[in-house]
């Protein structure tokens, strides 16, 4: 895993270009413990926060947002660190599971048929104001909206922590054309690319 700083390229959001991708050795021992850990199996739109998370796509966030980035985005539209973001990354989890989970412990996270993708280093465990949340970032409370209807069916409780990936999803579409910020900006540089507009 590696944090970057790209002098010779547009700065990542927030400064720093994220990558949660475990090393040879840290993958080794991670699958060995994960039979051991507790498990969360992701829906897909987690698995694709999970995703954005860990290749530096949502940098500068590390992994799930804990309580105080939550608010902030919720209140300013920032992290609590002061960098711009407008919509919380987060994970849920029904209060049963939630309690059955340490903080400070580890827990893998898992696509919907029981590979695990990813360990969780959990950090906080904390119940958001979930109408809050989506009228603030929503501007309704609709569960008609599709932003507002996925934060409602997510469980009660959000774990936040650091993700570790140990492997991608499989069943990813179209993986010709899927590139990493890492790799877009190497051939952005390859190309001699100065201006990059998306």
Do not use: N
């Amino acid at each position: 895993m590696t944090k970057d700083r790209l002098e010779d390229a547009i700065a990542p959001h927030g400064g720093v270009l994220v990558d949660r991708e475990a090393t040879e050795a840290e993958r080794a021992r991670w699958e060995r413990e994960a039979a051991r850990l507790p498990a969360i199996r992701l829906d897909r739109r987690t698995l694709s926060d999970l995703e954005m998370i860990v290749i530096g796509g949502f940098s500068p966030l590390d992994g799930f947002m804990g309580e105080a980035d939550h608010a902030s985005v919720v209140d300013r539209m920032r992290l609590a660190s002061g960098v711009v973001w407008t919509i919380p990354v987060t994970l849920g989890v029904g209060a049963d599971q939630a309690r059955r989970l340490a903080v400070g412990a580890d827990v893998a996270l898992q696509d919907e048929a029981g590979t695990t993708l990813a360990i969780l280093h959990l950090r906080e465990t904390y119940r958001p104001d979930k109408r809050r949340e989506v009228t603030s970032v929503y501007g309704t409370d609709d569960p008609k909206h599709p932003g507002v209807a996925a934060v409602l069916a997510q469980g009660e409780v959000y774990l936040g922590g650091r993700v570790t990936l140990l492997r991608h999803p499989a069943d990813l579409p179209f993986p010709e054309h899927r590139l990493t910020p890492r790799q877009t900006r190497a051939a952005f540089r390859a190309r001699g690319w100065k201006r990059i507009v998306a």
